[in-house]
Structures are given as structure tokens and as C-alpha cells.
């Protein structure tokens, strides 16, 4: 095996390890599970060192699977599900369960923010929708949860990151983040690529538990001997969002893809300017490559993939993932059936945090089938309510949408998303994009790489799904998806 650059791609749901050769093809990779935990409804919990370990784990097995000398590895680069809040003290030792982003904890958190009139501030400089999404709320809750957590956070005792600053902190000993994960907390200034003393003083955090804000591909540090026995340079780091973006080389301003994981995350590359959202899209950093931010807009949808895992786990509906494929084909249509995945809320653009879930239009003759293919159309509409936001803001008439993420491998959500856009929809060769956006920003300060110019030439189509939908048939669809959206609002105050 020759040289390769190592992405280490920690998601919601699975900590993974990808090698890549020099010419962006995978060469070896490992996964293993990182479940989160739902202590009560709405909560959602990581432990820490699951995430540290299982991240250690599936980094061994992919150079092992891949026979891959340590001395090979160049560089790594770090994808990591954002948002998500670690608090640790400063021998590494987790305080708490970390709170993922899905988590409705600090909800009432976010009341009082908007009750206070902090909505415009927060837009203008964070770039965010007030929502216990981001990390700020988290942190909060967090350390009012901690015996004097707030005055041993003053003290310096406590140290809050997100998964990227866990990672780094473990291999190399830096306390540090990069401009994108940085971006999510709802802490950080977007213009000044800097925390934000005004939104630091809002939710009482202190600064001292923040880590130093590094671009997305620079050198990092290196990652301590006593890992994998040689010392390996950490060159690259972004949210594991903005790594698919860069992955696709989604380079140009009015470029965007969408990535369908646990959650479905739709960014449109914006340039050098940030745009404020007037549809209730947050403004984000794209990547910092040492010259300055690449600004995005983002429609998050919180439950994509999670909903197909909900009707196999849980509702023992489908055996596997990918069986929902075959089944959603087997019936014309969903018999009038309208599923609303709100597990967790409503994210972009409705932003309701006290949404759940709902299906509409069950009759007896609804079937499994039909329940399943709702559930694939509902990620397909949520999308499409996601782009019709970001083309609004941008003024930006898409021309077609790059596809990644573990349910972009289903070709009926594919197909049926192209048609509910009525946009050809691109599926790349290398379905694992994050990682490949952390191998090509590490690959790049690495000097592995000279430029964008070569990370687009080693791009490559597997297929294009054509739209193919009549156009009535797509705004009726639209329009019973719109009052199905409603029905889910607000729920979890009713009960
Ligand atoms: N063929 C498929 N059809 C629909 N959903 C799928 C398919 N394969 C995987 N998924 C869903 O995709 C998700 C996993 O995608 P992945 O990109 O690995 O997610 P994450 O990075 O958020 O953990 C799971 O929620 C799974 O249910
Ligand atoms: O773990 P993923 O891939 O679903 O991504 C999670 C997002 O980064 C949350 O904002």
C-alpha cells in the first residue's frame, strides 16, 4: 500500500475511518457504532470516551484492513457531527454525558432567549435561528447541571469543545476547534471569525473554556506517538457538513449539496460574502483554507436516514435500510399517507422546536409499504422545503444538487427527489464524501495537493436521476406535504 491521507469521519451514529490515496480513491476504511443514548423524550446523550474509543478503534481497523504502515499516513484530517457539547476538565476527563445536536434539553433556554428580544443579534452575528440545535443553550443547561460548574468554569477548571476540539484535544493535547464547528455554537462572530464577547455575555459562558479557533486546514498538531507508534500531523478539520461540501468540490458560489445522514444537512456554497437568510436558513462558515471564510447557507433537517432506522428498529417495518428501497417500490404511490418526521422538532425552515412527529391519511387499506414510502418521500419534501428556502435567499436558481450520506444510496428517494425538486440530482463515485472533504482540506495544508483546480479533476459522476414528475403531480404533492408540516407543529406542548 502506498502513501494515504487518513479522514477520521465522526457521525451521529458511527465513528469512521477512511483511507484515501493520493488520488482521492478509497483505499481502506472501518466503522464501528457510536450510539447515542435517549434518556427521556427529546434527550439525546453521547458518552465521550464511546466516542474517543470507538473513533481509536475504527482508525486501527482501517489501517489494519488496509495493511497501511503508520509511517504511510501523511496526514489526517477530522469530519465530526457538529454542535454536539463536551465538557471536560483539564486532564481530559469528561464532566458529563455529551449533548447531541438533536437534544431538546435547553429549550427553555432558548424561550427566555427570544422572550429577552435576542433573535436580530444572534441572526446578525452568529449567522443562527435561536434553537436548542446549537451549542451556546447547551453549554448553559451543561453548567447549570454541574455541582459550581459555573464558577469552576470561571476558574478555568472546565473545558468545552465540540467533537472535532475532543478529538484534537485527546491526540495532540490542544485545546482547539476550527472556524466551521466554531460556527455552530451560537458563541462565534461569522464577520470577525472570532467568539463574540456580547453572545458570550448572553448566556453567562465564560471565554476561558473555549477553545483557540483554527482555519479548516492548517496544521493542527500532531497526533502523540502513543496511538499508532509513529507521531501523524492533523492537517484538516471541519464540521462534518462542510467537509461533504468541500468533498464535493462544491468550490463555486451557487454550488450546493445535500447530504442524507441521520439528519439531512442542504448547503449552498455562497462565496466570500455571508448571506443573511430572509427564509429561515442559518449562514455558516463553509471552510477557512488560511485565506480567509467561504460562507454557506444551510437548511437542517434534524431526521433523514433517522426515520428510516426508527421503521427498522423500532417499528420492525423493514429488516435493513435498504429494504426500504424495494418495498417503497412495490406500491404506485403512498395511498394518501403523509408522514412528518419530527422526532426532534422541526428544524429549517420552520424552526419549531415543540414539533413531533405525525402521519396523516391512514386508512385500513394502508399498508407497510405505503407507511415506508412515505417515510422516504417526507426526507424528499423536507429537502425540497429546505432548497426552495436557499434559492429564495440566494436568488440562485439550482441547476442541479450533488447528493451524499448513507440514504442517498436509495435510488427511489433519489429518483423521487429529483422530481419533487424538478432538478437532475448527481450521485459522485465516492458516496463518502465527508471524509474525502477532511482527507482533500488535510491533503491540501499537507502540501499534498496544489490547489482546488486538482481536487476537481479527481471528481467523478456515478449516476444522475433525471426528473421525471408532471408538474401538477409535484405541487399537489407539495401542497398536502405543506398541511401534513402543520398538523406536526407545536405538538409537544399539547401533551
Ligand atoms: N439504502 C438506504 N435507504 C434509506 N436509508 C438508508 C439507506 N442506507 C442507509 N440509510 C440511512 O442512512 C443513515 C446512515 O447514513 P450515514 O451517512 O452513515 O449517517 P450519519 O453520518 O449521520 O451517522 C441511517 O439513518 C440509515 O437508516
Ligand atoms: O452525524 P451526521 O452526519 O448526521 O451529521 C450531524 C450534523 O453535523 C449535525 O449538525
Known amino acids: ?43 439525546v446523550e453521547q458518552n465521550p470516551e464511546m466516542l474517543l474509543e470507538s473513533q481509536l478503534e475504527a482508525l486501527r481497523g482501517c489501517l489494519k484492513r488496509g495493511n497501511i504502515d503508520p509511517g504511510d499516513v501523511l496526514a489526517i484530517g477530522i469530519a465530526n457531527q457538529r454542535e454536539t457539547t463536551l465538557l471536560w476538565d483539564r486532564q481530559g476527563r469528561p464532566l458529563m454525558n455529551g449533548v447531541v445536536w438533536q437534544c431538546r434539553r435547553s429549550a427553555p433556554i432558548c424561550e427566555k432567549l427570544r422572550e429577552e428580544g435576542r433573535e436580530a443579534m444572534i441572526r446578525e452575528r452568529a449567522g443562527l435561528i435561536i434553537d ?73 459562558i465564560p471565554k476561558v473554556m473555549l477553545p483557540e479557533v483554527l482555519p479548516s486546514s492548517c496544521p493542527v498538531g500532531m ?21 461533504a461540501l468541500f468533498g464535493q468540490c462544491c468550490f463555486e458560489a451557487g454550488s450546493a449539496k445535500n447530504t442524507y445522514g441521520t439528519g439531512c444537512f442542504l448547503l449552498m456554497n455562497t462565496g ?44 420492525g417495518l423493514i429488516r435493513t435500510s435498504a429494504d426500504s428501497e424495494a418495498l417503497a417500490q412495490s406500491v404506485q404511490d403512498t ?76 435510488n427511489f428517494l433519489m429518483q423521487f427527489q429529483a422530481d419533487i425538486l424538478n432538478v437532475p440530482i448527481e450521485r459522485p463515485k465516492v458516496w463518502e464524501t465527508t471524509a474525502r472533504g477532511a482527507a482533500f482540506l488535510a491533503g491540501l495544508a499537507a ?25 401538477a403531480d409535484r405541487e399537489h404533492g407539495l401542497a398536502l406535504w405543506g398541511r401534513a408540516v402543520e398538523r406536526a407543529k407545536g405538538w409537544a406542548k399539547e401533551v
Not at 497526533?223 to 467537509?243: K, N, S, W
Open 1 to 43: 500500500m502506498g502513501r494515504v491521507i487518513v479522514a477520521l469521519d465522526q457521525g451521529t451514529t458511527s465513528s469512521r475511518a477512511i483511507a484515501f490515496d493520493l488520488k482521492g480513491r478509497m483505499v481502506s476504511g472501518a466503522c464501528e457504532d457510536a450510539t447515542p443514548s435517549y434518556p427521556r423524550p427529546g434527550w
Open 272 to 315: 466570500k460574502e455571508p448571506v443573511a437568510s430572509q427564509n429561515n436558513l442559518i449562514t455558516t462558515v463553509a471552510w477557512d483554507l488560511g485565506g480567509g471564510a467561504q460562507y454557506a447557507l444551510e437548511g437542517s433537517v434534524f431526521v433523514a436516514g433517522a426515520v428510516v432506522q426508527w421503521l427498522r428498529d423500532e417499528m
Open 447 to 471: 502540501g499534498v495537493y496544489g490547489g482546488l483546480d486538482e481536487l476537481r479533476s479527481l471528481y467523478e459522476t456515478e449516476r444522475i436521476f433525471e426528473p421525471a414528475m408532471a408538474a
Open 132 to 204: 436548542p440545535y446549537f451549542s451556546g443553550t447547551k453549554i448553559r443547561w451543561m453548567l447549570d447541571a454541574l455541582p459550581d460548574g459555573q464558577k469552576r468554569a470561571e476558574r478555568g477548571e472546565i473545558l468545552f469543545g465540540t467533537v472535532d476540539s475532543w478529538l484534537i484535544y485527546h491526540l495532540t493535547g490542544r485545546h482547539a476547534t476550527d472556524v466551521t464547528n466554531a460556527s455552530r455554537t451560537m458563541l462565534f462572530n461569522i464577520h470577525t471569525l472570532d467568539w463574540d464577547d456580547e453572545l458570550l455575555a448572553m448566556l453567562d
Open 223 to 243: 497526533m502523540r506517538p502513543e496511538f499508532l507508534g509513529r507521531a501523524i500531523p492533523i492537517t484538516g478539520v471541519a464540521g462534518d457538513q462542510h467537509a
Open 335 to 410: 395511498g394518501g399517507v403523509y408522514m412528518v418526521p419530527a422526532f426532534t422538532g422541526l428544524g429549517a425552515p420552520h424552526w419549531d422546536m415543540y414539533g413531533r412527529g405525525t402521519m396523516v391519511g391512514i386508512t385500513r387499506g394502508t399498508t407497510r409499504a405505503h407507511i415506508v414510502r412515505a417515510a422516504l418521500e417526507a426526507i424528499a419534501y423536507q429537502s425540497a422545503d429546505v432548497l426552495a428556502a436557499c434559492e429564495k435567499d440566494s436568488g440562485i436558481h439550482l441547476t442541479g444538487l450533488k447528493v451524499d450520506g448513507g440514504a442517498s444510496a436509495n
